[in-house]
């Protein structure tokens, strides 16, 4: 897909020019990581230097806790990696462009690949709390799109593989050879931030949803509309409204999102060179 030249803004440009200078000149990235809810700790495996999101003019303040916001540049698994340890949500500002400068700032370093990470809800009795899901479609539940306003025919980016199949088989390979259960499914996309109703949870069941969650898709779109291919998994935090007695809330989230992310990491540092 050829870019409009307004893609990639100037201020990113310049960011990406400053986070040269700040270490020192290294060669750019491959890969693009955006890390969810309770799964930061996958930055420290990172043998890079740290820039807060402070430093950045213009980057999110990742204003959900259970988010560190901090880009890490450097070395996972023998592989140049982008890791934006935060994100922002539509919720919190009611802006689903919010993370456009992110990740024009990972493609202006050169970024080709973008893995996404999120913290999500299952609608399946077979993909409980603790599981692991690669994205393989989603539903835009909410309607909203980061690229209204876009004035560029750019904007119309087909989503037909918005979750690249080479990268998913990548994913699968890898979870294959470290013996990871890992499932694969739809994930819908609402706004936040409160959690779903039970007759909105039975809604997208029946529309063919198999999680739920409150981020990645604006970033999925965006993400095509810059030309990087995407790759996304769900770590599954709890059952959605309706499906369990769990009590759902957000310190719920980030005291489950431990349990997925081992696997999630085991299947990323894996499958790293391949997504490469």
Excluded: C
């Excluded at 999120?118 to 539903?139: C, E, F, Q, V, Y």
Aim: no cysteine; glycine share 10%; proline share 7%.
């Amino acid at each position: 897909m050829n870019l409009p030249a307004s893609a990639i803004s100037q201020p990113a440009k310049d960011l990406a020019a400053q986070i040269r200078r700040q270490i020192g000149g290294r060669e750019g990235v491959r890969i693009g990581l955006v890390l969810g809810s309770g799964l930061g700790h996958l930055a420290e495996a990172v043998d890079g230097p740290r820039i807060p999101y402070s430093e950045l003019p213009g980057f999110p303040h990742a204003g959900v806790s259970g988010h560190v916001p901090e880009l890490v540049i450097g070395t996972l698994e023998g592989m140049r990696v982008a890791v934006l340890g935060g994100r922002a949500h539509y919720y919190e500002k009611g802006d689903p462009r919010a993370m456009r400068l992110p990740l024009e700032v990972l493609t202006a370093l050169g970024a080709k690949t973008l893995v996404l990470t999120n913290a999500a809800g299952s609608l399946r009795p077979d993909m409980p709390t603790g599981s692991i899901m690669a994205l393989n479609d989603h539903i835009n539940f909410s309607g909203l799109n980061p690229l209204i306003g876009e004035p560029s025919d750019a904007r119309f980016v087909p989503m037909t593989d918005a979750y690249d199949p080479a990268l998913r088989v990548a994913l699968f390979e890898a979870a294959r050879k470290t013996g990871t259960e890992m499932h694969r499914g739809t994930y819908a996309w609402y706004s936040g931030p409160s959690f779903e109703t039970p007759a909105e949870i039975k809604a997208i069941r029946t529309l063919g949803a198999d999680a739920v969650g409150m981020s990645t898709v604006p970033e999925v779109i965006l993400a095509r509309f810059l030309g990087l291919k995407v790759a996304a998994i769900s770590a599954i935090t709890n059952m959605a409204a309706g499906m369990s007695d769990e009590k759902i809330s957000h310190e719920h989230t980030k005291a489950m999102a431990p349990v997925g992310a081992a696997k999630l990491e085991t299947v990323l540092r894996a499958a790293l060179p391949a997504l490469g």
